[in-house]
């Protein structure tokens, strides 16, 4: 199998100089056409300056006028922002679940989000336009609590959240909902601690979801997937799931060799045999071979297809890559699902550097999903910092483009 890209258009339009779009869409029913894509400004790392809602009921051709998500708002003890990321339908009874990180942030800083994040969702039985349930993340069974909601997480100490729009929640043959999440750990004190010395650290986990009679979802933490802070300076970072032939689950994380480049940059993976409550220790994500490939520490995406074939979208370098650099290429490469290995003839670029761009292109921060009529992966991507640099600072301005690939 070798991907093809069919088309790359704008999908939209970056606001202005400095101003970055990112974008996605998502079906938000049963019904083949009704999707619902979210597209947010940022002119910032890690924050979203105000996001935008908007509606199609003929499968993307067309749209409603863009409606204001806010993701900044006031609160007790700081600024409250939000980032949100995305939703899933689950097909078994048509509802449409959205979650989203949010907290509140004393002076406004995106690192004070590692004391600080926790999740919300909401529920809705009519694609998204009116919700029913809207309520924090809190682990099903006494002593959990917004302050305290999952174990091992508590405001104000550390944190949990969803890192990329590729972090996309699953429903599992036996109706479960598996969301992947990181969590910043603790130290001797109580408090966020960094063992890596890289930006920022966290272990990453699931979350157990399972339908309660009144349309609500009893959340179960699993226990935490660790990284050792001697391989991965930023630990495990952003997870992406799946369920492989033989039921079990399929982890595969974002390390990173920040602040220690001699160290090699990876993906790691993780298994789990009992519907994603325990894990196994994660170990550098590797082609059928046995041979693991360079891979910067960036977002990637596991997408089953309808076809029964696995795909993974994410960037590999020929080279040992400098924590987050070069987010270029980007690939999509099949998943052997019996194995969980990448097969490694499978493996097809779909963007590049250009000659004359920026050596910090990033093609990351993406999201993927099938299209229901043709069976085309419909890659959304911003190619942010394209642009040759002219000064210190980066040029964040950029469209939200959407790819149509061809899977065979």
């Known amino acids: 199998m070798k991907a093809k890209v069919l088309q790359r258009e704008v999908f939209v339009r970056s606001a202005g100089p400095g101003i970055a779009v990112l974008a996605a869409s998502y079906y938000c029913s049963r019904n083949r056409k009704d999707l619902l894509s979210i597209h947010k400004h940022m002119s910032r790392s890690d924050t979203a300056d105000i996001t935008y809602v908007r509606r199609s009921s003929d499968g993307g051709r067309t749209w409603t006028a863009a409606e204001a998500w806010p993701t900044r708002f006031e609160a007790a003890g700081g600024t409250g922002r939000r980032h949100p990321r995305g939703g899933h339908v689950d097909l078994s ?5 959205d979650v989203w990180t949010e907290g509140v942030l004393p002076n406004d800083e995106p690192l004070e989000g590692m004391k600080r994040w926790t999740l919300h969702y909401s529920v809705s039985e009519d694609g998204g336009k009116t919700t029913r349930i809207n309520e924090p993340v809190i682990q099903d069974g006494p ?5 305290h ?3 091992g997480v508590t405001v104000g100490r550390n944190c949990v959240m969803i890192g990329d729009l590729t972090c996309r929640p699953l429903t599992l043959s036996d109706g479960t909902i598996l969301m992947p999440v990181q969590s910043t750990p603790t130290g001797p004190d109580g408090n966020y601690h960094n063992p890596g010395s ?6 990453t986990m699931v979350l157990r979801g ?3 009679p009144d349309g609500r979802i009893a959340w179960e933490a699993s226990e935490r997937v660790k990284g050792d802070p001697a391989l991965s300076t930023r630990g ?3 997870p992406t799931v799946v369920e492989l032939a033989d039921s079990r689950i399929l982890m595969v994380m974002r390390g990173s060799n920040d602040r220690k480049p001699e160290l090699q940059g990876r993906k790691w993976c993780s298994f789990s045999k009992d519907g994603g409550r325990t894990w196994t220790p994660p170990v550098p994500w590797a082609y059928t071979d046995g041979q ?3 891979s910067p520490s960036a977002c990637s995406q596991l997408v089953p297809h309808s076809s029964g074939k696995l795909f993974w979208i994410g960037n590999i370098c020929e080279h040992n890559p400098v924590g987050n650099l070069p987010r270029y290429p980007i690939v999509l490469a099949e998943v052997d699902i019996t194995t969980g290995g990448l097969i490694r003839d499978s493996v097809s670029a779909l963007d590049d550097r250009q000659p004359g761009e920026n050596e910090r292109l990033t093609l990351s921060n993406f999201y993927v999903r099938e299209d229901r009529d043709t069976g085309d992966l419909l890659l959304h991507m911003t190619r942010l910092f394209a642009k040759a ?5 980066p040029d964040w301005t950029a469209d939200a483009l959407l790819y149509r690939i061809d899977v065979g």
Not at 389 to 393: D, E, F, G, M, R
């Open 389 to 393: 640099p002219t000064a210190s600072k």
């Open 143 to 147: 002593g959990f609590d917004e302050s």
């Open 236 to 238: 495990m970072i952003e």
């Open 93 to 97: 009874n048509g509802r449409y679940v």
């Open 149 to 151: 909601p999952l174990p």
């Open 210 to 212: 399972r339908w309660r």
């Open 292 to 294: 693991a490939f360079y």
């Open 198 to 203: 890289g930006y920022t650290y966290t272990d």
